[in-house]
């Protein structure tokens, strides 16, 4: 897993559960599906994947991050801590096998000239590539039913299926509290004003 010392991300990745909540895909149109089950199901919001007493920033409020330079123990100490707290957050074990929908941003595991079927969902743009990953319980790892050609990094799609809450650990992306396999995965259309 990559490291990342700079106290403006330190700042940043303290604030990001409330940037993800703000800036992850918004609602779309409803995907038709074959199965009746996962047509009718609910498409969910990020912030319902999130416990509501989980709060990983609690024991960093009173610190001074001005105080720390980039190279300081603590501020090293610090992102270490908060990365095992973002590894190892819970998941809304109610949300366990139930029927679901979520648009996000694709981050591939696999890309094969059929396709990618594999991906990290994540709700903004850049999270485990250009940022620090989302806590766990802000991604989860898809295993699609079939390839899908022509999706690449970013691609923002909705994704079908049964949520499982389950463990994935990416060497270089994050870890992942939730998965779903066998998803439906299709492009994700933004619902147009009116």
């Known amino acids: 897993m990559r490291r990342f010392f700079s106290l403006g991300l330190l700042s940043a990745f303290l604030l990001m559960p409330a940037a993800a909540l703000l800036t992850g895909c918004g609602p779309g149109s409803a995907a038709p599906g074959a199965n009746a089950t996962l047509a009718s ?7 319902e994947l999130i416990p509501k007493s989980w709060d990983p920033t609690k024991r960093y409020r009173n610190i001074s991050l001005e105080a720390l330079r980039d190279n300081d123990p603590r501020a090293i100490q610090m992102l270490d801590e908060m990365r095992a707290v973002w590894d190892n957050a819970p998941v809304n074990v109610a949300l366990d096998g139930t029927a679901a929908k979520l648009a996000g941003f694709v981050v591939p595991l ?8 594999e991906f990290l969902l994540v709700p903004y743009f850049g999270a485990c590539i250009h940022t620090p990953p989302p806590p766990a319980n802000q991604i989860v ?3 699609a039913d079939q390839a899908f050609k022509g999706l690449h990094a970013m691609d923002t799609v909705k994704v079908s299926g049964i949520l499982k809450a389950a463990r994935y650990a990416s060497a270089d992306m994050g870890v992942s509290g939730y998965e779903i396999k066998s998803a439906a995965v299709e492009r994700f259309v933004p619902a147009q004003p009116k």
Do not use: N, Y
């Open 41 to 47: 199901a609910p498409e969910l919001k990020w912030e």
């Open 141 to 143: 790892h898809v295993i």
């Open 110 to 117: 696999d890309s094969t000239q059929d396709g990618i079927r």
